[in-house]
């Protein structure tokens, strides 16, 4: 019966908006999964997604955009947007940025735009797949535990503490945004 709802959440983890950060916690909740089964189907899930980016993404985008004018357009754009918002965090720390990038589990830092930057900056697969996946696997961890410390703060302090700090953190999300813009 678990491999069923694990593959569920393999899946969720394949998604581009989901990734962990919403797999884990699904597999837990939703489908009352144990919490090591949510994390090994999610982890697997989403380096699957990642292998498959770092595989054909290449050879996907040469094809269309000879092909498709939509595609070459979206290319173009992928590449400036992608080289404009980490050119100088790769030549900071260099492809070892990649894991670190990865683990830490916030909107836009998954596997999927670590797929993205590994295929814009010419990052070799060897190099691109065991980084991303050493980051896959911290931000796993992270997300569990930050689902665990959710229910246990939900448990013994109600669903409005949960609900709380959530807006808290994203005051303090603003707040970091605002006073130290890009």
Same mark, same amino acid.
Not at 20 to 42: N, V
């Given at each position: ?21 919403? &797999? ?7 489908? =009352? ?12 899930? *989403? ?6 980016? +770092? ?27 992608? =080289? ?29 735009? #670590? &797929? ?10 060897? =190099?691109?797949?065991?980084?991303? &996946?050493?980051?896959? &696997? ?13 229910? #246990?703060?939900?448990? *013994?302090?109600?669903?409005?503490? +949960? ?14 945004? =605002?006073?130290?813009?890009?």
């Amino acid at each position: 019966m678990e491999f069923a709802e694990g593959f569920k959440v393999f899946l969720w983890a394949m998604t581009p908006l989901g990734e962990l950060r919403a &797999a884990i916690p699904l597999g837990i909740t939703l489908y =009352k999964m144990s919490p090591i089964s949510a994390y090994f189907f999610a982890v697997l899930g *989403n380096l699957a997604a990642v292998f498959l980016l +770092l595989t054909f993404l290449r050879s996907f985008a040469k094809w269309s955009s000879k092909k498709i004018y939509f595609f070459n357009r979206f290319f173009v754009w992928l590449f400036s947007q992608t =080289k404009n918002n980490h050119q100088d965090k790769l030549e900071k720390y260099g492809v070892y940025f990649l894991p670190l990038f990865v683990a830490i589990p916030l909107p836009a830092t998954g596997g999927w735009t #670590a &797929a993205f930057i590994a295929f814009v900056f010419g990052i070799p697969f060897k =190099k691109a797949f065991p980084l991303i &996946a050493l980051g896959v &696997a911290l931000a796993g961890l992270i997300v569990l535990a930050l689902t665990k410390a959710g229910f #246990a703060l939900e448990k *013994n302090f109600g669903w409005q503490a +949960l609900v709380g700090l959530l807006l808290l953190s994203l005051f303090i999300y603003w707040l970091y945004k =605002k006073l130290w813009p890009r």
